[in-house]
C-alpha cells in the first residue's frame, strides 16, 4: 500500500515535467504491464469505468433510488466526489467509505489505478 502512494506521488511530479511519458515504462514496471496508465483521461477511461460499474445506481435518474442520493453521472457530480475523496475511498474499500460497487466485485487494478491517476492529476475533465 505504501509503495502505490509512493509510486502516485512520484507519478504525480514526473508527470509535470515531460520527460515523464518516455521514463513511463521504467518507473513503474509493475502498474502498467498489461495496464495502460498514459494519458489516462476522463473521457477515454474514467467516464467509462463509471458509466459501467457505478450508473446503474448513481445516474442522474437512479441516484435517489438507489445510489443513498450521491450522483455520478457526468463529469461535475464525479468531480465532486473526486474532490471530496469519497471516490477514491469507496472504490479502493477504504473502511472509512462504504465499499463501493455495492454488491458486486471491486473494480479490478487497473481500472483503480486509471482512477487513482486521473484524480491525481486534478481530476481534470480531459
Ligand atoms: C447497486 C447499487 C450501487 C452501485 C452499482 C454503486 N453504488 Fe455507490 N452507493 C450506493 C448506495 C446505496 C450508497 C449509499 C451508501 C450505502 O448504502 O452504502 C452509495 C454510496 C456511494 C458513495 C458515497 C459513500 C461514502 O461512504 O461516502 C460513493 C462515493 C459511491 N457510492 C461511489 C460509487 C462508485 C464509484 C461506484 C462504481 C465503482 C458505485 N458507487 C457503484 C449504491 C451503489
Not at 7 to 29: G, T
Not at 52 to 59: E, K, P, V, Y
Not at 77 to 105: C, E, F, Q, R, V
Request: charged share 20%; with cysteine.
Amino acid at each position: 500500500m505504501k509503495k502505490i502512494l509512493i509510486l502516485l506521488l512520484s507519478l504525480f511530479a514526473f508527470s509535470i515535467q515531460s520527460c515523464y511519458y518516455d521514463n513511463e515504462e521504467e518507473l513503474y514496471p509493475q502498474i502498467t504491464d498489461g495496464c495502460d496508465t498514459t494519458n489516462v483521461t476522463y473521457s477515454n477511461n474514467v467516464q467509462k469505468i463509471i458509466s459501467s460499474r457505478c450508473l446503474g445506481c448513481h445516474s442522474d435518474a437512479s441516484y435517489k433510488d438507489y445510489g443513498g442520493g450521491v450522483a455520478l453521472e457526468g463529469y461535475n457530480n464525479l468531480k465532486s466526489s473526486a474532490d471530496n475523496g469519497g471516490l477514491i475511498g469507496t472504490i479502493t474499500h477504504n473502511p472509512d467509505y462504504s465499499a463501493m460497487p455495492k454488491g458486486a466485485n471491486k473494480l479490478d487494478d487497473c481500472k483503480i489505478e486509471q482512477i487513482k491517476i486521473w484524480v491525481a492529476q486534478g481530476a481534470k475533465n480531459n
